[in-house]
């Protein structure tokens, strides 16, 4: 689990957006499926709000590593439900404007 703060530490994750476009589905509340447009692969990212603070999951190795003893790290997933629910909450903002 991620929290999401700081954008910089997923400005990685955003560029590899544009070599690997990502295809997001809301499978059912704070759960999305991700498929990469390129590799076919879908994971699911999980959205949760815990006191206040907002956390990201994603079933990839870099969002929740499985072989090694490492963090997770955010990914191109997770990234692109975070650019998707930015946008969203935007055009809400700006149509109640």
């Known amino acids: 689990m991620i929290q999401i703060q700081n954008p910089n530490v997923w400005r990685r994750a955003f560029e ?16 999305w ?17 815990q006191d206040g603070l907002t956390f990201i999951t994603c079933g990839c190795e870099a969002g ?13 997933h997770a990234g692109a439900v975070i650019l998707f629910l930015r946008g969203v909450r935007e055009m809400r903002r700006r149509a109640h404007a």
């Open 33 to 49: 499926l991700v498929t990469n447009k390129v590799k076919n692969n879908t994971y699911t990212v999980r959205v949760e709000r």
């Open 64 to 76: 929740s590593p499985t072989t090694s003893r490492r963090i997770p790290m955010p990914c191109k």
């Open 16 to 31: 590899k957006l544009s070599t690997e476009p990502q295809s997001i589905r809301r499978h059912e509340a704070g759960l």
